[in-house]
């Protein structure tokens, strides 16, 4: 059974920091693409961030580019998104997903961290 399991959110002040991570079970972690997407209040989920390691690439988000960067452990099955330069805007729910390798569609997904900006 697949788990991800995510941990760091919290409140943090406009320009601070946080760390995100996301801990993946019963699924070969290597073998994954791993993003992150986030929910506002009223507002639909969008991608953030996100490995494709078939093309060796990770993509961000316009709006995060230059302040979130995404990093992984493969002997902790772990994948981070480091936040900085945080914004009120980047207040909501941030969910962590999983999609095999080269596949298109997310089809694990984690059961979200609160992250609220205040400013």
């Known amino acids: 059974q697949v788990q991800l399991v995510e941990s760091g959110g919290g409140l943090v002040q406009a320009g601070g920091s946080l760390r995100l991570s996301c801990a993946a079970s019963?699924?070969?972690?290597?073998?994954?693409?791993m993003g992150w997407f986030r929910q506002a209040p009223g507002k639909e989920r969008n991608f953030v961030a996100g490995s494709n390691w078939s093309s060796g690439t990770i993509l961000f988000a316009d709006s995060v580019k230059g302040r979130f960067t995404i990093s992984s452990d493969n002997a902790k099955n772990t994948v981070y998104l480091q936040m900085n330069s945080l914004k009120p805007e980047d207040t909501a729910v941030y969910y962590c997903?999983?999609?095999?390798?080269?596949?298109?569609?997310?089809?694990?997904w984690g059961q979200g961290t609160q992250v609220t900006v205040s400013s």
């Open positions: 019963g699924l070969s972690f290597s073998s994954y693409d």
């Open positions: 997903a999983a999609r095999p390798m080269g596949w298109n569609k997310y089809d694990y």
